[in-house]
């Protein structure tokens, strides 16, 4: 017996990959969201470290996080050391944005095991292809 179309997974279409973003400036987040989106890649956009807490508990496909540094309820490292001491999260890439001139922060964000960490303002080119890097997902369009 044959399945109808609608019940057979469409095998076709290629996975999208799970970005989180955290950014407490919609503008910031939206630049993001529309660049990756490019790609290979679907976002869920957060605005602050409460939310990206809540966000990581909803979706467990999430393949890397982009993480303000300075944001309402919980910071950018607050977010990075919660992910840190819980099994779930201990390994998932994790990218640091902040304002330049943040040292004691990025030295405390390296400790933390942060995957990167990349200066506002930033080239969404080149925030693309550390992306692309840290998930695998394979080649930059212009």
Known sequence: MEHPASLTPDTSA??????????????????????LEQGPFRITLVYDGAEAMRALEQYPDVALVLLDLMMPTLSGLDVLSRMRADE???ALPCVILTAAGQ???????????????VTKPFSPRQLYARVVELTGAGSVPS
């Open 103 to 117: 040292d004691q922060r990025y030295d405390a964000a390296m400790a933390l095991g942060v995957s990167d960490y």
């Open 88 to 90: 779930r999260w201990k």
């Open 14 to 35: 290629p996975t999208r990959i799970h970005v989180l973003v955290a950014d407490d400036e919609p503008h910031i987040g939206r630049i993001i969201q529309t660049k």
